[in-house]
């Protein structure tokens, strides 16, 4: 399975907008998002056109307009804001888009449950996962590089200040 770009940039920005909102209380504008994600704003356009449209996101006009999230970040999955902009399928033939036809091989085919299954469980998987989970995840990896972050000791300092004037 291949995540296209607009899956990407979809679950992308809206990360960045449920992180960067005060808690959903200031909308905030694609041109931040674009810059932020560095995502080009027209394709950016199209796709928060698709999540609107999906009910995802809801917009609002006027000089400190820009989008807010429709859902608390605690229940918008990363499944639901990938399949409202493409299909989450690993193969074609077991497609559940409403475009495709069955493949007429289903009832013959040796491998179809194992595809559907796989095709079943990263689905789950994905929605399993709340913008809410990938922002607190985040979270948790700063404070732990800020804890971990190399700091001198003070034997080092010592030996640092004991050599600042000395000339080599």
Known sequence: ?????????????LIDLSYNSNDNSVPISLKDIAARESISLHYLEQIFFILKKA?????LRGPNGGYLLNKKPSELLIGDI???VEPIEIISCISKSKNKKECGRKSI???FDMWNSISNKITGFLNSITIE?????????????QK????P?????????GTKNCRN
Do not use: F, H, P, W
């Open 1 to 13: 399975m291949k995540l296209s770009s607009k899956g990407q940039y979809a679950v992308r920005a």
């Open 55 to 59: 009910g995802i996101v809801r917009s």
């Open 82 to 84: 990938i399949s409202s």
């Open 109 to 111: 085919c040796l491998a």
């Open 133 to 145: 989970d990938v922002i607190n995840e985040y979270k948790q990896k700063q404070k732990l590089l």
């Open 148 to 151: 971990t972050a190399v700091k």
């Open 153 to 161: 000791s003070a034997k080092s300092e010592k030996v640092n200040a």
